[in-house]
């Protein structure tokens, strides 16, 4: 781990008081974890915007099987796509409908463009995609 360094932080009152509720609320143990939670966030968000960077996420699913041949062509999709794809989980949520989710790694245009083309297949009801960092950069 690299050497601690303190600093100062103005901040408006009002401003600080609702800072301190959100401490409270997400259980921070103190203003300085909350804050380099709150800069690890942003820089990992800011690696979502470089196309090189390579991150990690998961897509999260829910589609009709009973939609023809849909299944087969998410399975294709993501075949496709193996080698952004690490692990994929699939649920019976009722007679109907499937939950997948599926764990990825890869350069964030790969994933983001996977995402929405699973996404986009009729019959997939709701979707989303969640990226995240490596923890390469941490």
């Given at each position: ?89 699939h ?5 109907h ?19 929405e ?22």
């Amino acid at each position: 781990m690299s050497k601690l360094t303190r600093f100062g932080v103005s901040l408006d009152s009002d401003l600080l008081e609702q800072f301190d509720m959100l401490c409270s609320e997400c259980n921070y143990p103190n203003r300085s974890e909350a804050l380099r939670d709150l800069i690890r966030k942003a820089l990992v968000e800011r690696n979502f915007e470089d196309d090189t960077q390579i991150v990690a996420g998961t897509l999260t699913f829910v589609y009709d099987h009973h939609k023809s041949d849909l299944a087969q062509h998410l399975t294709a999709i993501q075949h496709d796509m193996h080698d952004l794809v690490l692990s994929s989980l699939h649920l019976h949520l009722d007679h109907h409908n499937c939950l997948e989710v599926i764990v990825l790694k890869g350069k964030g245009k790969d994933i983001r463009q996977l995402g929405e083309q699973i996404i986009s297949c009729k019959g997939v009801k709701h979707g989303r995609l969640v990226l995240t960092t490596t923890g390469e950069d941490f």
